[in-house]
């Protein structure tokens, strides 16, 4: 068949999720636990009674952001919802981003900035972090030195490599970028810090986060941008309607409710990133490298044939060994105890057969 896709876009793969069976799935950062049963019964309860689901979901998701601005202590004004921060992503990029701009972004990184930045017509530029994937604004000046880009990305802590961009310098240089800063805290509930509290005074910044990963709602797509007002009015401009179901805002709404349950598991994986590190720390041939998310990276000797050994014993941890800032390099999901038992008694069995 003709090949219908713009010519600038038919390399493109379709986003290979590795869906594999798998006894502990540590690949994907979720959250270990689904949604707890008194938030699942209430939201059951709700069905029960009558969905409203013949009726379109609310576009603005006013409740929802109303209940994320009493979360944040800020206005629901400077809230815009989206189908996960994916979307969202998407959204800025499309909105701002004119054919030919530049957009900059960290590399190692999330890869879906590229991907939408290409989409969107624009031309990524990638700032390599440091020695030992060092990170902080100082990593993006010699990229800066190419041209002024339009849209800038900083992914804070960083997928895959787990850190945080040093806070030194980092206002300034927002305040004087001239063009739109988004700071990507997708893991931002993992780490003490955040940028949200700058979305007042820096109109140019927005900070995204999300559902996925801390509050365990990966599946049901939700995620937001904090900004300063103006910003959210033009980003809510470009934003599809009815973007996010009337059921995923919803349950976002009832786990916010319930966001002591939620602080109790986070806690859980903090305490467990923090024994999974230093265990993994005392395994030869592992390099760890220290995280403010909910995964670990490692550097093995031989990733592919690690990872391989790893899947055979049913542990599911995604491979970045072919990519050439990540070499022989893993990520994983810190989980639940058993799982992260079993995943180093599995890694040590396998690098002992290597
Ligand atoms: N940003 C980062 C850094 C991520 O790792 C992810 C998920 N892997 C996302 C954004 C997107 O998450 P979601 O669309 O589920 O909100």
Known sequence: MKNYLRE??????????????WRYKMDANESPWDLPSDIRKALAEELLEGSGFNRYPDSNATQLRKAIGEYWGLSHDQIVIGAGSDELIQIILTGFVD?????????????????FTLMAGGIPMEAPLGEGF???IHSYDSALSEGMPKVMFICSPNNPTGNTIHSNGLKDFIKGFPGIVVVDEAYGEFTR???????????????????????????????????????????????????VNSFSQK????????????????????????????????????????SEANFLLIRVPCGDAVWQGLYDKGILTRNFSNNPYLKDCLRVTVAQKEANDSFLKALKEVLGQL
């Open 134 to 136: 060092r990170y902080d």
């Open 8 to 21: 600038d876009l038919r390399d493109f793969k379709p986003y290979d999720a590795d869906e594999k069976p």
């Open 99 to 115: 054919k030919g701009d530049r957009v900059l972004m960290p590399v190692p990184s999330f890869g879906m900035y590229r991907v």
């Open 251 to 290: 349950a976002a709404i009832k786990i916010l409710e319930n966001k002591d349950i939620i602080k109790g598991r986070v806690d859980r994986i903090l305490e467990e990133r923090e024994r999974v590190y230093r265990a993994l720390g005392k395994i030869k041939d592992v390099q760890v490298y220290p």
């Open 193 to 243: 810090d955040t940028m949200i509290r700058w979305t007042e005074e820096l109109p140019n910044l927005v900070v995204l986060r999300t559902f996925s990963k801390a509050f365990g709602l990966a599946g049901l797509r939700v995620g937001y941008s904090v900004s300063s007002r103006e910003l959210a009015d033009q980003i809510n401009r470009v934003k599809p309607p009815y973007n």
